[in-house]
């Protein structure tokens, strides 16, 4: 009778563990997502060319890679998580500031897009309660596989290879999202700092991605 | 090929080099899913697609 009281209490403690961590998470995500935004208006503002973006993504990741992990753990790594993703803000305008020039509504149809899809991905996960864990692999491979093809047609400049590489990222991060969001319910991720981090990454790059589809397929690219 | 190109190049080159072990590392430690878990992630990217199709026929 007392293990099974103690089972009890252990499961509902990981249980309210499991909701801390997820309420966290989107709280700070939202936190950064508008924080991020202020940054590309600024930047757009500013008219930032595409060698500071380049610049400021560069640092962004290597902080994402170096720094973040060593603070995450702590309270250093709000602020970190902050400058990460004011970066990566920062490093979309001069691309926003296109989009924006050619057709506008492509840029909000796109964030619009993106909202849904998080949202839709994030429900699913969290309500069938399913555990991808089984995505990793595949999904580290697919990755490895979009980059590749990335820095091919850096050189090859072929259009189409442009926008399979969009649309294998759309899948890619879609697939991101119900594994991270798995991930924090079945407790694989306990920290809520890498988690908004992961989940900002898919995002973005969802976004971007989207981004490219809408104006390649609405005649604009 | 100006240098944002070149810098491009040598940043999406790290980022590979960055991922491959954590790639090879996930690919002999990942669980295997069956078909029911495939299943699981096929129909929501299925709903994804046609999202996007819906968004494509929007602009």
């Keep these: 009778m007392n293990d099974q009281n103690l089972a009890m209490g252990r499961s509902e403690a990981s249980i309210l563990a499991t909701n801390k961590v997820l309420k966290n998470t989107y709280l700070l995500l939202s936190m950064t997502l508008v924080f991020s935004g202020v940054m590309a208006f600024v930047g757009m503002s500013m008219n930032l060319g595409h060698g500071v973006s380049l610049i400021s993504s560069i640092i962004a990741i290597a902080m994402l890679w170096f720094v973040l992990p060593r603070t995450a753990n702590s309270s250093a790594?709000?602020?970190v998580l902050f400058a990460i993703t004011g970066l990566l803000g920062l490093g979309l305008a001069p691309m926003l500031n296109i989009y924006l020039a050619v057709n506008p509504s492509i840029v909000q149809t796109a964030l619009g897009g993106?909202?849904?899809?998080?949202?839709?991905?994030?429900?699913?996960?969290?309500?069938?309660?399913?555990?991808?864990?089984?995505?990793?692999?595949?999904?580290?491979?697919?990755?490895?596989?979009?980059?590749?093809a990335a820095l091919a047609n850096i050189f090859l400049q072929m259009p189409v290879m442009g926008l399979v590489v969009s649309g294998a990222i759309v899948m890619l991060m879609s697939g991101m999202i119900l594994y991270q969001t798995s991930s924090i319910i079945h407790g694989g991720e306990t920290n809520y700092i890498m988690a908004t981090a992961s989940l900002f990454i898919s995002i973005l790059n969802l976004f971007q991605a989207l981004l490219h589809l809408l104006s390649a397929f609405g005649g604009d690219d | 090929m100006d240098w944002l190109q070149i810098g491009s190049a040598l940043f999406l080159l790290a980022m590979i080099v960055f991922i491959f072990p954590r790639m090879r590392e996930a690919v002999k430690h990942a669980?295997?899913?069956?078909?029911?878990?495939?299943?699981?992630?096929i129909i929501p990217l299925a709903a994804v697609i046609g999202f996007i199709i819906l968004l494509i026929q929007m602009v």
Excluded: E
């Design chain 1, 77 to 79: 790594g709000i602020p």
């Design chain 2, 31 to 41: 669980p295997k899913g069956n078909m029911n878990d495939w299943m699981g992630f």
């Design chain 1, 114 to 148: 993106t909202g849904v899809i998080f949202l839709g991905l994030s429900g699913y996960a969290l309500t069938t309660r399913k555990d991808f864990s089984f995505m990793g692999g595949f999904l580290m491979v697919g990755l490895v596989v979009v980059l590749v």
